[in-house]
């Protein structure tokens, strides 16, 4: 998983509008640690995506901030191999995001309760 991967996906809003949007992820690992980055732009919608995880056998914890919306919090879930499923809650959102990678390949699918309710990203190494 480590490295820089480039892809595009659509994100979707409350008012059911989508738009696509084009995206860049990088990842840094380290043992049972991850730093992940995932910019995320359209003409019209843009989200910069931080985490900072830890894995103790299948569990993965840690923290993660959105810098242009100003809202961070805690991640929590499992994975594995390049796969995982984790809660991002923060006070009044929480979004559940799973993430799949196989060979240079990757998804990235995030479902949440806000503003903003979800995108569908493929990125590839």
Not at 16 to 30: L, N, Q
Not at 42 to 66: C, M, R
Request: proline content about 2%; some cysteine; overall charge positive.
């Amino acid at each position: 998983m480590a490295g820089t991967w480039s892809g595009a996906g659509t994100v979707t809003l409350d008012d059911g509008s989508s738009e696509r949007i084009r995206c860049r992820a990088t990842y840094h690992v380290g043992g049972p640690r991850m730093t992940m980055g995932l910019t995320c732009a359209s003409d019209a919608y843009k989200f910069n995506l931080a985490a900072d995880v830890q894995a103790e056998g299948n569990a993965v914890t840690g923290s993660w901030s959105e810098s242009s919306r100003n809202v961070n919090g805690d991640l929590r879930g499992r994975g594995g191999g390049g796969n995982f499923q984790v809660v991002a809650s923060a006070p009044g959102f929480n979004a559940d995001i799973a993430m799949r990678t196989a060979g240079n390949k990757q998804s990235v699918t995030i479902r949440a309760d806000s503003q903003f309710r979800g995108a569908n990203i493929t990125l590839s190494k």
